[in-house]
């Protein structure tokens, strides 16, 4: 059984840049939140859908591992793929060359608080677990 993914395209541009001319490593974080949004998006449990339900998913954990590095203009392609939805969302992350080549994994674990008693849960309400068996049914 193969994990839910997707896959987006995206350009490194002038403002991602650090002064060695290669991408910031903080903005790496930023493509890791742009492949969950469209996952998210795709299986309609967007963060304001989130929020319409009373639930929020903050981040918790990050991990980060730069192998090479992006450039200006470099088109890659960002994966996540969410390999636990039980007690907490964890997507791993995999920035890619246009041909293939890993750049960079990272993994970010966020767990889901009750907006309206604030308080932590320690499992997926079921209402997401629908929304991802909808698309992947598998999952």
């Given at each position: ?14 403002y ?33 859908h ?10 918790v ?77 598998e999952?």
């Amino acid at each position: 059984m193969n994990p839910p993914e997707i896959t987006i395209a995206i350009t490194a541009e002038f403002y991602d840049l650090d002064p060695m001319n290669i991408v910031w490593h903080g903005n790496y974080v930023k493509f890791f939140e742009a492949a969950r949004c469209a996952f998210l998006d795709k299986i309609d449990f967007s963060y304001a859908h989130m929020a319409e339900n009373h639930y929020s998913f903050p981040v918790v954990k990050m991990n980060v591992k730069y192998i090479r590095p992006v450039r200006f203009r470099q088109k890659i392609l960002v994966t996540a793929r969410l390999v636990d939805a039980e007690n907490f969302l964890r997507f791993k992350f995999f920035v890619k060359s246009e041909d293939g080549e890993l750049l960079t994994i990272g993994d970010i674990s966020q767990i889901c608080v009750d907006l309206r008693s604030r308080e932590t849960l320690f499992t997926i309400p079921q209402i997401f677990r629908d929304h991802l068996h909808r698309v992947f049914p598998e999952a």
